[in-house]
């Protein structure tokens, strides 16, 4: 089976990061391959690896994230598409699933991997705004993945359990983390990756953004609190004392 | 005269927590805007909760009654809201954000070409658009984000706004559906592990959450006992999903589950920002953790450093004394 995974890069959100004028404000360095894409490379080349199958990703962003994209390859994908953004091009999920569906008309491929959400915005819309674009059956929140045939078995985490779900191909799936331990890229696969094909093209249109976002806000602090010393019986007493459980 | 939409899930026969808390927002919205506060119900047996909603300040309510809605499928889902905004023409749909609505919110978004407001901790109609905080860089900061157009889709985390009653009359009104089977590109084989019919944990008042502190079955058991004696529902965090020792639903963070109790009790979690990122809402949060340099004790109203397999046990046992003396 042929996969492409949408893959994105994104500022690595256990550095320091700071509200300066109402723009976020980090060491512009510390920047990562979105976790729950990088579950969806890793599910590819599992699924690829046993049955015969070519890994593909796509990114959009600016010439500085070709470094994600080799992320991908060092890891095991076989190819790279990038559609270059001006650096600091705000797009919203939508702006996003438009470009990618003007991306799709010109490939085939059996099955998209999204990532579940996006670990910097936790937007979790371009999946199913892409599949909805694209006409195909989906399923989001997969935490695990077979093939049957030419189908697809997607482990869906629900609210209330997991749902089973049978997908024909193509059809589009969004997965989350919990679905696998990405692997980290050995040195030969990094050196490989040097060597392997990034078709980039400058994205001609900028779609609008639906939603923009008007500026960044610390969050309501919470009341500071305090810790209950003591042994163990005596924290219990006072623990139990002050949540006034009696 | 506008519309604002809510739409609500059915739990165990009645309507969930969380949707009544983004009804009464609606209410307040509609109340705002002077224009009418809707709900629409997806069920089997949709018309079964209207009474409620009206309890609620719905002012209309929409019904989808299907057996198929017994189970989540997104196909079916998506053709009977799509079938209820062509209705309603509402202004704005608000949801609760759970995993049932993220399933279906960006492709009902183009398919009704709305802007989206997806996971919102607060959203307000303002100078004719309408503007949200939502939690971002894993809940570190807030995005105060702001959509324009005929149709807005907003998703609300839980516990964000309080379920209040504004009792009212509810005209309802049952809503047309077919669905074609051959159109269902996609089957529902099964539906495994399923917590149905116990407290969900987004609803739930106490909750008691595991950590990688709990190392083993007897550990295991002191939580579900603690949770047993509060009549908490039981949270965790990533690290035990992980190792198999609590289900996936229970899973509270970025990846699981947003939480807003009154009482939130932490055993063994360290706190890490993806955790914390689903719990912080909670108005109360205890933290018991052995190391006293845990990130959870910054976010924690009350700090026990110690040992779990101590506390716990004698915690158990007060709980259960004190409530021995006032039953
Ligand atoms: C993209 C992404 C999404 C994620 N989403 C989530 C999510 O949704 N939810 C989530 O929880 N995590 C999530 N994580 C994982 C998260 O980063 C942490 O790895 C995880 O929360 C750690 O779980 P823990 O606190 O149980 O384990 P640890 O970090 O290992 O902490 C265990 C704690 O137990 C304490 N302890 C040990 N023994 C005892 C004892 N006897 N008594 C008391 N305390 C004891 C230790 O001091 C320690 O603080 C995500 C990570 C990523 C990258
Ligand atoms: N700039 C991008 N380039 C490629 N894929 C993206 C981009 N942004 C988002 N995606 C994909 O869409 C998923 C959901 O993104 P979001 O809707 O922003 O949360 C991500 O996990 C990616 O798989």
Redesign the interface.
Known sequence: MKFCVCIKQV?D??AP?Q?RAGE?SMDAGRVVLNA?DASAVEEALVLTADNDGEVDVVLIGPERATETIRKALAMGADRGAHLVVPEDTELD??AV?QLLAGHFKDYSYDVILTG?QA???????????????LGL?????A?GLAIEGDQL?VT?????????????TP?LVTC???MNNPRIPSLKGVMGAKKKPVDSAPVAEIPEA??????????HT??P????EGE??E???E??N??E?? | MSTILASVAVQNGSPSRASLEVLSRARQIADGQGATCAAVVLSPDASAVADELARYGAQKVYTVSDPIFA?????PVLTALEAVIAEAQPSIVVFPS???V??????????TGA?????VASVEMKDGGV?A?????????????????DLVLVSVRAGSYEAVEAPTEAAVEEIVFSFDEATL????????????GTV?LSDAQVVVAAGRGVKDEAGKQLVEELADVLGAAIGSS?AV??SGMFP??A?IG??GKVVSPD?YIGVGISGA?QHVAGM?NSR???AINTN?DAPI?D?????????LY??LP??IE??KK??A??A
């Open positions: 500022p959100v256990t990061i509200i976020l729950y999920s939508a699933s579940k670990q910097d915005t936790d937007a979790g819309l371009a999946g199913g705004m892409l599949a909805e674009r059956p989906y399923a989001t929140n935490v078995v869906r985490q629900g609210d209330t359990g997991q749902e089973i779900i049978v997908l024909p059809c989350s983390n919990d639906s939603v923009r976002v008007l500026g960044y806000e610390p969050l919470r009341e609190g305090r810790f209950i163990p019986a924290q219990v007493a623990l139990v002050v949540l459980l009696s | 189970r989540h499928i997104n196909t759970s995993e049932g993220k399933d279906v919110l960006g492709a009902l978004a183009v398919r802007a989206v407001l997806p996971d503007e905080l939502r939690p971002v860089m894993a809940a570190k900061f807030m995005a105060r984000t702001r959509a324009e157009g590109r996609q089957t529902l084989r099964e539906v495994v592990g399923s917590t149905a969900d990533r999903v992980e996936a639903t899973q970025q990846t009482l920002i912080s109360i949060i205890v006293p004790f976010v924690a109203t009350y700090g026990i450093v110690g040992d101590k506390v004698i915690l007060e709980i004190v409530k003396v006032a």
